[in-house]
C-alpha cells in the first residue's frame, strides 16, 4: 500500500513542516498492501492522527484525556477516518497496558515528554512500541527557547533562571535529552529540525503584508536544520528509527 499525502489532509501553517516530515516517514514505513500502523502517545484531539488516517494509516491514539478522546473521535468521525483511529483512554506511563507490547510502524510523542513524571519509564514503553525498522517521531519543546522568550518578553530574572536550570535534571526534556534516551533504547537519529525558528519571533500584525505568510513558511523551513538558527528554535522535531533485526 502506498501512503497517500494528500495536500488535502495536511495540518495547516505553523505544522506544515512536521506534517512534511511524518508524511514522508510514514511512506518509508509502508510496504506491501497493509495499512501502516501509528502508535500516537498523547496525540490528544488528533491534530496528526486524522491527517495520518486520511493519509492511510490505522492510527491509535493514546491520551489521559477523555475530552480529548471525545473530540478526536469527532473529528475523524467528520472526516470519513472513524474507523482507522482507535481511541485508548491511558497514561502513556503504563502504554503497554494501553495498548500491548511493540509492533507499531511509526510511534508519535509529540508534546508529551515534558508532561509525564517518569521521563525515563514513559520514554522506555514508547521506544519499545516501535518495531524494528520502525520510525519514532519526537517532538519536545526547546529550553534554549524558554530563556530567550523570557528574556524578549522582559522577564530577565526568570531568563537568567531558566539559564541556569538548563544544566539540572530539573529542566525541561529537551532535544539533548531525547538523544540520550535514544541512544539508550537503541533509536539511531535520522534527522533534527528546529520547529518554529521564527513564527514565535515575528509579530502577527506583520503578516497581513501581501506575501509575508508565504515568506515566513519559506524561511521556517529553510532554517529548520541551518544552525545557529534551528538551536533556537521554539520546539524541536526528531526523527528516530529502529534498526531492523
Ligand atoms: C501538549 S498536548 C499535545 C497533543 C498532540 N500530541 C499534539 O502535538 O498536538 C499533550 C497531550 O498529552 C496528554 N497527556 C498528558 N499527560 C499524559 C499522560 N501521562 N499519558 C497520556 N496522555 C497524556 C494530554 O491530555 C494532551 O492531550
Known amino acids: ?50 491527517p495520518l488516517a486520511q493519509a492511510g494509516a490505522q492510527v491509535t491514539v493514546v491520551d489521559i484525556s477523555v475530552d480529548a478522546l471525545a473530540t478526536l473521535q469527532r473529528r475523524a468521525d467528520e472526516a470519513g477516518v472513524g474507523g482507522r ?58 529550553p534554549v527557547a524558554g530563556v530567550l522568550a523570557r528574556a524578549l518578553a522582559a522577564d530577565v530574572s526568570a531568563a537568567l533562571a531558566e539559564l541556569r536550570a538548563l544544566d539540572t535534571a530539573f529542566a525541561q526534556p529537551g532535544p539533548d535529552a531525547v538523544r540520550a534516551l535514544c541512544r539508550a533504547h537503541g533509536l539511531l537519529i535520522d534527522q533534527v529540525h528546529g520547529i518554529g525558528v521564527f513564527t514565535e519571533l515575528v509579530p502577527g500584525r506583520a503578516l497581513e503584508q501581501p506575501g509575508a505568510r508565504e515568506a515566513l513558511d519559506a524561511l521556517e523551513f529553510e532554517s529548520a536544520t541551518r544552525s545557529p538558527f534551528c538551536d533556537i528554535a521554539a520546539r524541536v522535531h526528531l526523527l528516530a528509527r529502529r534498526p531492523a533485526g
Open 1 to 50: 500500500m502506498q501512503a497517500q499525502t494528500s495536500r488535502d489532509s495536511a495540518p495547516p501553517g505553523r505544522q506544515a513542516l512536521i506534517w512534511q516530515l511524518l508524511s514522508a516517514a510514514l511512506s518509508a514505513v509502508t510496504s506491501g498492501a497493509a495499512a501502516p500502523t501509528v502508535l500516537d502517545c498523547g496525540g490528544g484531539s488528533g491534530s496528526f492522527a486524522v
Open 85 to 142: 483511529v482507535h481511541a485508548v483512554q491511558g497514561d502513556v506511563e503504563a502504554l503497554t497496558d494501553a495498548v500491548g507490547s511493540g509492533g507499531f510502524d511509526l510511534v508519535l510523542a509529540h508534546g508529551i515528554l515534558g508532561a509525564v513524571d517518569d521521563l525515563p519509564a514513559a520514554f522506555a514503553a514508547v521506544a519499545a512500541s516501535v518495531r524494528p525498522g520502525g520510525r519514532l517521531s519526537v517532538l519536545v519543546a526547546n
